[in-house]
């Protein structure tokens, strides 16, 4: 009995050793997930906010720039003869075009005109077809909802919400000249990754 005795103690004593190690560590590393989990999940958040920030900065950029109220009001005083103004409008969206947007352009309401900075310059409807209708994604009024935008301060909105790969926007209505006739929309849009 006493060698039986001493021989289950001998054995015990690393199983309980073991047993106390395995809980320690497994309480320790799960901390570790959870302090890493919200510290990734925090960058993350924070990715996002700058991104959006950013595009919120470029959005009051374009609408406010002097240059690009004056290039549109005399293209939109002679919409036919306007290509030199629309040109020089997209230089200027082409200046705050980078890897994270999708889109940056301009509509203007009375001649129902998008000028894009990555995209050729032509009317809303035929615009959408060409670059936003896909096979299988078709958001027309969600694209209306966000061009018709009635926000005088950068607005962040969605289209194409119900799909993997919808798109956010940041949207911004701009008066030149103190005349309707004149309002357009700044429109910046993310790419969905």
């Not at 005109?113 to 959408?128: F, H, M, Q, T, W």
């Not at 194409?160 to 926007?169: A, E, I, W």
Request: proline share 3%; with cysteine.
């Amino acid at each position: 009995y006493k060698f039986f005795f001493s021989f289950m103690i001998v054995l015990l004593m690393p199983m309980i050793t073991v047993g106390l190690v395995f809980i320690v560590s497994h309480n320790v590393v799960r901390e570790q997930i959870l302090v890493s989990s919200a510290n990734t999940l925090h960058q993350f958040f924070n990715r996002a906010d700058s991104v959006l920030e950013e595009a919120k900065d470029d959005c009051v950029s374009i609408a406010l720039n002097k240059d690009g109220q004056l290039y549109s009001k005399f293209m939109l005083d002679n919409f036919e003869k306007g290509t030199y103004y629309s040109w020089k409008i997209k230089q200027l969206l082409l200046g705050h075009l980078n890897e994270k947007y999708y889109d940056v352009f301009v509509y203007y309401f009375d001649k129902d005109y998008v000028i894009s900075a990555p995209n050729g310059a032509n009317k809303l409807e035929d615009y959408y077809k060409f670059y936003y209708e896909k096979e299988g994604q078709v958001f027309p009024d969600e694209f209306k909802e966000v061009i018709y935008s009635s926000e005088k301060r950068p607005v962040l909105s969605s289209m194409n919400g119900r799909q993997k790969d919808s798109y956010l926007c940041i949207t911004m209505r701009q008066r030149i000249s103190g005349s309707e006739d004149y309002d357009s929309v700044v429109v910046i849009v993310l790419r969905p990754d």
